[in-house]
Each structure stands twice: as C-alpha cells, then as structure tokens.
C-alpha cells in the first residue's frame, strides 16, 4: 500500500511540474493509472490512495476485475479492441483510447446503436509510420474525417498515439508535437472540438504534458513492474 501511495504521489508532483513548467494546471491533465495484469487488491490500494480512473487493454481481464472493486471507479480502454470484443466492452469503459480504423469506429457505430449506446472515442494516430503499429495514417486520418463525423452514435473527443519506443523521453516529442498539430489543423479543417489528446507513459508522460497532452496512460511508475506481453499494445 505504502509503494502505490507513494508512487501515485510522485507521478502527481511530476504532472504537477510538467504543467506549470508550460502554462498549464495541472487539472488540465488526468492521470489514467494502467492496471492491466495487476489484480484488483492493487487496484483498490491505488483507489484508496485518491486514483479514480484506470486503464485496461484487454476487455477480458476487465470483465472479471472491475466487478470486484467499487462502483465509483471510472475505466478506460487503451488497447487493440477486437471487432468480437466490442459488444462487452462498451458498458465497461467511458472512454475507448485505440479506435485505430474506419472499419473499427463503424462496427462500434453498428454494435453501439443496436444497444443503445453513445460511445466516447479517441482516434488512434501512427504518427511514426511504424509497421508493427495500429492507428490512422496522419492523412488517412484527415481523408477519412468526414466519414466518420458521419457515424453518428459515436462521440469522437481527441486523438491518441504512442510513439516509437526510445531510450530517451525526448525522443518522443516531436511525435507528441505533431499530433497536437495534426489535432489543431482537424479542428480547423472540420470545424469541430477535439479537445483530447491522449499522449505519454511512464518514460515520456513528462514530454508529452509539455506537448499538450491531457491524457497521459501511466502503469509501471504507479504499480511496478510487470510481464510484458508479446504484442505491444496502446498502454505503458
């Protein structure tokens, strides 16, 4: 308990700094503690140490943790959601980080209106370009905008990526600086408010909150370490 506590404590001090280090406060930027593999014990200790909202990359593992812990608790989706997997993920998660298709937002379109449902999406961008990677292309993106504006259950409020995998947090900024800008010149195009940008893990949420972000996704410097699993997925 004393380990989540004080690693919660200085994730926020960091957060905190990162913030008014570029004219921010720090309440324009929520923490989204990654508790994917750790049980529901290490869950609730977090809970009790003032973490509300938790991320989780894989719709079964949630399925079975979240009715253990309180009601109060909010969840988030951040990984590769499966067209199979969208049906019991949808009263799971207020919000779905990894929409990385127009195939994808269109099953949730589909599957949403048939439960009465009005899903809360990030679009997920592979500004890097990386093969190994899902997510939107930046002009992919931009091409396919206006389809899905069209879908009309779905709630589309920012955009999300992960970069490249670096030895270094400044590595990744340029990548979290051309997501912001992809989001402004979108907002701009179109017409609409995107006003979340979910950007930033344990080795770069610092950089990213410099860039803009108001999501940061952090696990490893909250809970520890943990066996990584083999595919990488949209988490930390």
Same mark, same amino acid.
């Given at each position: 308990?004393? *380990?989540?506590? *004080? ?12 913030? %008014? %280090? ?5 309440? *324009? ?6 508790? %994917? ?45 499966? %067209? ?8 799971? $998660? ?9 195939? =994808? ?59 490249? =995998? ?38 770069? $949420? ?31």
């Amino acid at each position: 308990m004393a *380990e989540i506590v *004080e690693n919660l404590q200085r994730v926020r001090t960091q957060i905190n700094e990162a913030a %008014k %280090k570029v004219g921010r406060r720090e309440e *324009e930027v929520e923490l989204i503690a990654i508790s %994917k593999t750790h049980d529901a014990e290490r869950v609730r200790q977090a809970n009790e140490a003032g973490q509300n909202v938790f991320g989780e990359s894989r719709v079964q593992e949630a399925r079975a943790k979240i009715p253990e812990l309180p009601s109060s608790l909010r969840w988030h989706f951040v990984g590769h959601l499966q %067209k199979n997997k969208i049906r019991p993920a949808l009263p799971l $998660f207020e919000l779905i980080h990894s929409v990385d298709s127009l195939a =994808l937002a269109q099953d949730i379109n589909r599957i949403a209106e048939e439960e009465g449902a009005h899903p809360r999406i990030l679009l997920e961008v592979n500004v890097a370009g990386e093969g190994s990677k899902f997510g939107f292309k930046s002009e992919t993106l931009r091409a396919e905008m206006e389809r899905l504006l069209g879908l009309v259950r779905l709630s589309i409020e920012g955009l999300m990526t992960i970069p490249p =995998l670096a030895g270094e947090a400044e590595a990744s900024r340029r990548f979290f600086a051309q997501l912001r800008e992809l989001r402004d010149s979108i907002e701009k195009e179109f017409d609409l408010k995107l006003p979340q940008l979910s950007m930033g893990m344990t080795n770069d $949420f610092v950089v990213a909150i410099e860039e803009g972000a108001t999501l940061v996704r952090v696990g490893t410097a909250i809970f520890g370490e943990r066996a990584r699993p083999k595919k990488h997925l949209a988490t930390d």
